[in-house]
């Protein structure tokens, strides 16, 4: 994992067991696969299988990781997909309300 704009380290942070709020993320395109993906696994019997199979499947989800420090999201995008780690939203500390995609204006989509 990367580090936070503000310099906070995510990948430090988790080596030290420090838990942080994130979520797995699945593309819609990918959803049904990944399912499928998941009750093979849950079916499988066979441990070396079966960790073989969470390894296959893991490449088909990504994550949404907030930093502890500055509340700015991170978007580890799936494996499989070969994105870099972006900063989806960074927050305004002292106006929450103020949260907006990057390159959004209020009101207007950036194009």
């Not at 073989?52 to 990781?65: D, F, H, K, M």
């Not at 991170?74 to 939203?89: I, N, Q, T, V, Y």
């Amino acid at each position: 994992m990367p580090t936070c704009v503000c310099g906070f380290d995510f990948a430090k942070a988790l080596s030290l067991g420090r838990k942080l709020e994130s979520y797995a993320v699945i593309s819609d395109r990918d959803f049904l696969k990944v399912i499928r993906k998941e009750r093979a696994i849950l079916a499988e019997r066979t441990p070396d299988k079966r960790l073989r199979l969470i390894a296959e499947a893991s490449q088909w989800v990504g994550s949404l990781a907030q930093c502890p420090r500055c509340r700015s999201w991170l978007f580890l995008k799936p494996f499989r997909a070969k994105g870099r780690a972006r900063l989806l939203l960074k927050a305004a500390p002292d106006r929450p309300s103020s949260v907006r995609p990057q390159g959004v204006r209020a009101g207007r989509p950036a194009g």
